[in-house]
């Protein structure tokens, strides 16, 4: 089995370029192990409270701040033969948790509701993986339910070195809580290797993630890499065992709908070959619209359609 380790040597922090080495190279269809870190000095818990602080998120604090403000990132792992215009299959076969704590962060003139809330706010989130819950500060369990919020390939070499934050047509900072273990990523390939990367690990997070950020932790990844040259996908789309998912992301929320509702009439139109008006209607019937983030910038907004109906 592969398996990426992070660190110093293995994590890039903030940015995404299509010029990163690779730090790990596989076939298409083998698997990887990826763990990743998360989270600046000024998120971890007092050394007095006990909880597990990963040494290799301290070597990175160690090496000091990043150059531009972003998310932890394991990889980029590059995918023998895979070119420019392929489509990257990102199986998501299991995610675990790698430490016990997670953290959720409030700060003035960011988030949905950027003025209401003009004070800084840090809570340490205890995780329990044996039971799936972590304990809110007044009582609640709330369940487990750990995904990625990000994961990308590189994006196009011409734009250069890019932030993790905003999400655009190279995957990046999606925060897609359907993105779950047993679900299918698709994203299409910009350079050679594909140069797959992934971080931002969150316990669990409603649609809108409105103040900015989830239960934010550490998470272990499992993963099956495939090079498509069968599928006309040139932005990012999902699937999990009963739906598919378009995905729109924009800095008006008007415009997200508008593209995660134009790509889903496309798929629906293609696979079950019938008219875009037909369609159309049929989006409008069955399938539903959510608010996937309303705070990275471009905002996303993204489209589910049971499959059993296609």
């Known amino acids: 089995m592969n398996e990426l380790k992070a660190g110093p040597e293995t994590c890039h922090w903030g940015f995404f370029d299509a010029t990163l080495p690779p730090v790990l190279t596989i076939k298409s269809g083998e698997e990887v192990v990826i763990n990743t870190v998360s989270g600046a000095p000024a998120v971890l818990p007092d050394a007095g409270d006990g909880f597990y602080i990963p040494p290799e998120l301290l070597a990175l604090h160690a090496m000091g701040p990043p150059a531009m403000p972003g998310h932890i990132l394991t990889g980029p792992v590059a995918v023998e033969g895979a070119q420019a215009g392929d ?40 995780l329990d993986g044996s039971r799936g819950e972590a304990t809110m500060p007044w009582g609640l369990k709330l369940p487990l339910a750990p995904f990625f919020g990000v994961m990308a390939v590189a994006p196009p070499q011409g734009w250069g ?78 699937e999990t065992p009963t739906h598919i998912i378009t995905m729109g992301m924009h800095a008006d929320l008007d415009q997200c709908v508008e593209i995660a509702l134009r790509r889903m009439i496309e798929v629906v139109a293609d696979r079950v ?22 705070v990275n910038r471009e905002k996303g907004v993204h489209m589910m359609m049971a499959k059993n109906l296609l």
């Open 87 to 126: 489509v990257l299959q990102v199986d998501i076969l299991d995610v675990t948790l790698a430490q016990d704590w997670g953290y959720n962060m409030i700060r003035p003139l960011v988030g949905t509701l950027p003025l209401d809330f003009p004070e800084q706010n840090l809570t340490i989130i205890p």
């Open 161 to 238: 070195r890019i932030s993790t934050i905003e999400p655009r047509a190279h995957g990046g900072n999606l925060d897609n809580k359907e993105l779950v273990a047993g679900t299918t990523l698709y994203l299409p390939v910009h350079a050679e290797g594909a140069l797959f990367s992934c971080g931002d690990g969150h316990g669990a997070q409603g649609d809108g993630e409105v103040c900015v950020t989830a239960i934010e932790t550490a998470l272990k990844g499992r993963f099956r890499l495939t090079v498509r040259r069968d599928l006309d996908i040139t932005y990012p789309q999902a």
């Open 273 to 294: 070959k019938i008219s875009r008006a037909e369609a159309y209607m049929l989006c409008s019937l069955a399938g539903d619209l959510r608010i996937t983030q309303t």
